[in-house]
């Protein structure tokens, strides 16, 4: 080909390019929706996407049910209204059950999982997987994690030994500690195994499952990309997990079954449940459809990373508020005594739902830092949201902004301030619908909700009752977020001084 021609054809190509791009850009202008501006990666470094927001959602809630959002090259409806929040993540589902988010089956297994999947894979799976995650299961996998509860505050015991000469007691960074029990006490749950993170000095499971969350395997520009235009990634064969986590995990979930396989062990674990849902043939030689060894990584994958980093996440910032009102820790130190001296000291899955203020101190913390701060949806057809103007048109990103509603003063009157009172049954009474959304609303909502909110409690009993909880110098107030991270977690880790609470009881387990 003639040099000149194959210039031409460059830059006729990247002529088309910028054309698109900019009528994409142009799209509500065109319109007549009011618009944030289009956003530039370098504005991620600088500031953490919930800051971005909390900032648009106050800047233009009460122009319409939503405004235009740029993200690179996706339109995006940000949704203020909660009438119509509630609209698209239950009421009117079918119109957007798909997520949105990338995944790629055949070159990038662990994408496969629930979270990522598209509608009909979703529904496959969310349908084998749900029987895993009822009040019946969690009460089985109870044990396990109160046995891991009890290692938690042996760790915590022994760090601490005789305590700190000038009775200030001692630093200990929580983040890292409630990773530890979270990633053994899903690892237990999960696979049958002793992660023993807590008294690992270098935790593998910590290492390789956070690694995902804080060192992907592109950066920003490239992933936008891929999030952009999933035909052509998919084309090009790319993927999105790390090569080692997914090695990591493929491995882990092979072995576990082969072994299980040979030895006919069975834990009744989260795994032997979906080891009952593969596939598999009948007397007669017919497959039976089911579950494949990289759907059943897949999923484990996607439990680990959420029981994993939600829960320690969550704990790690419910100690870092009640370190900062003490009042608030003593109230709550006295619920966990007194209903468990009434309970003859034993800790069981209905003592847990007897604490409503723990409950409460959970909720508010999930509040003030929702580990995914947006739900993101894509709109299948075209809605009508009963107002000709604010159409949605097939194929639009939706995004409802967890973070900017809980911040929201009309429905979180001095949203800064931490006040567990707000989750008592009158005051959630009061409040509209889709008002406090961190584990989703409707169909879509988080599968792992029951579990991820029971193994949070028995940490923070086990911890409360038996340790206080204060700030030191070295407490960063407020806490800076990890900007290269899309989910709520501290940059620096919190740190916080831990001493023993002197009287404490020891909790018997059945």
């Known amino acids: 080909m003639d040099v000149q021609v194959f210039i031409g054809l460059l830059i006729g190509l990247a002529t088309m390019i910028v054309i698109w791009f900019l009528r994409q850009q142009s799209y509500w202008r065109r319109r007549g929706i009011p618009h944030s501006k289009p956003m530039m990666l370098a504005s991620l470094t600088t500031k953490h996407f919930t800051q971005i927001l909390r900032e648009t959602y106050q800047q233009f809630k009460g122009t319409g049910p939503f405004f235009g959002f740029f993200l690179l090259a996706t339109n995006t409806a940000l949704v203020t209204d909660l009438e119509l929040v509630k609209k698209v993540l239950v009421k009117d589902f079918n119109h957007f059950s798909d997520r949105g988010l990338y995944n790629n089956a055949h070159d990038d297994p662990l994408s496969a999982n629930m979270f990522f999947a598209e509608t009909e894979q979703w529904k496959r799976l969310r349908t084998k997987v749900t029987p895993t995650f009822t009040s019946g299961k969690m009460k089985n996998m109870f044990h396990m994690v109160t046995a891991v509860g009890e290692r938690l505050m042996s760790t915590v015991s ?52 956070n690694s995902f969350t804080h060192h992907r395997r592109h950066n920003k520009v490239v992933e936008g990309l891929i999030f952009s ?16 986590v997914h090695d990591f995990y ?25 080891i009952d849902m593969m596939e598999r043939e009948d007397a007669d030689g017919n497959r039976i459809e089911g579950l494949s060894v990289n759907e059943i990584a897949a999923q484990t994958f996607v439990v680990f990373l959420a029981g994993f980093e939600t829960s320690a996440i969550t704990m790690s910032f419910a100690l870092y508020l009640l370190a900062q009102h003490v009042d608030v820790q003593e109230h709550l130190r006295q619920e966990i005594n007194e209903v468990l001296a009434s309970n003859d000291d034993r800790i069981t899955y209905d003592v847990i739902n007897q604490m409503g203020y723990l409950q409460q101190v959970i909720f508010e913390t999930l509040r003030m830092y929702p ?21 949605i048109e097939k194929g639009t990103m939706i995004i409802i902004p967890t973070i900017a509603i809980h911040y929201d003063p009309e429905y979180y009157p001095d949203p800064e301030r931490f006040d567990p009172a707000r989750f008592t049954a009158e005051e959630i009474q009061r409040r509209p619908t889709c008002s406090w959304l961190p584990f989703g609303e409707g169909p879509r909502n988080c599968i792992g909700m029951r579990f991820g909110r029971m193994q949070t409690s028995i940490g923070l009993i086990y911890l409360i009752r038996n340790f206080r909880f204060s700030t030191a110098a070295e407490t960063e107030i407020p806490c800076p977020m990890e900007k290269s991270s899309f989910v709520v977690s501290p940059q620096n880790g919190i ?3 831990v001493d023993r609470v002197e009287d404490a009881k020891p909790i018997e387990r059945l």
């Open 158 to 209: 022994a760090w601490i030994g005789d305590g700190d000469p000038q009775g200030l007691g001692k630093l200990m960074d929580v983040t890292d500690l409630s990773g530890r029990y979270t990633t053994d006490a899903i690892g237990t749950c999960a696979f049958g195994l002793e992660c023993n993170s807590l008294s690992a000095e270098t935790p593998e499971f910590v290492l390789v499952t």
């Open 371 to 391: 580990i995914v701060p947006n739900l993101m949806r894509k709109a299948q057809s075209h809605y009508d949201t009963g107002d000709p103007k604010y159409y």
């Open 229 to 244: 235009f999933p035909k052509v990634a998919r084309f090009l064969r790319m993927r999105i997990m790390p090569q080692h």
């Open 250 to 274: 493929i491995k882990l979930v092979q072995d576990t079954l082969e072994y299980r396989k040979r030895t006919a062990l069975r834990r009744n674990d989260f795994l032997d449940l979906l």
């Open 495 to 497: 740190k916080l001084r």
